[in-house]
């Protein structure tokens, strides 16, 4: 298995920018498809973006396109989550997940999750 922690959330103003970090604890990180979850207060977890386990090939939301890019190093274990012109819309809480068996856009396809970090973009 592996162990994720993320890192970069915060208070940023609509149309800010924050880049969020999934540190993996494991020996075999570039094994695993990543991904990016969020989850809004009442609402039900939702998809952000994926990686492939080889990169670069990525994909995403529509809610998000164009406006985050997913990308990671797995010299440095580490999967992150720039994200640009950021909306009120986009507070939520975000996880970092990996699959060991499919690159996916449903959670039930990610094993493993990090404690997620909180994002919140204030008018």
């Known amino acids: 298995q592996v162990q994720l922690v993320e890192s970069g959330g915060g208070l940023v103003q609509a149309g800010g920018s924050l880049r969020l970090s999934c540190a993996a604890s494991?020996?075999?990180?570039?094994?695993?498809?990543m991904g990016w979850f969020r989850q809004a207060p009442g609402k039900e977890r939702e998809f952000a973006a994926a990686i492939h386990r080889s990169g670069p090939s990525t994909y995403y939301a529509d809610s998000v396109k164009g406006r985050f890019t997913i990308s990671r190093d797995n010299a440095k274990n580490t999967v992150y989550l720039q994200m640009n012109s950021l909306k009120p819309e986009d507070t939520a809480v975000y996880y970092c997940?990996?699959?060991?068996?499919?690159?996916?856009?449903?959670?039930?396809?990610?094993?493993?999750w990090g404690q997620g970090t909180q994002v919140t973009v204030s008018s």
């Open positions: 997940a990996a699959s060991n068996n499919y690159y996916a856009n449903y959670i039930a396809a990610y094993h493993y």
């Open positions: 494991g020996r075999t990180f570039g094994s695993y498809n």
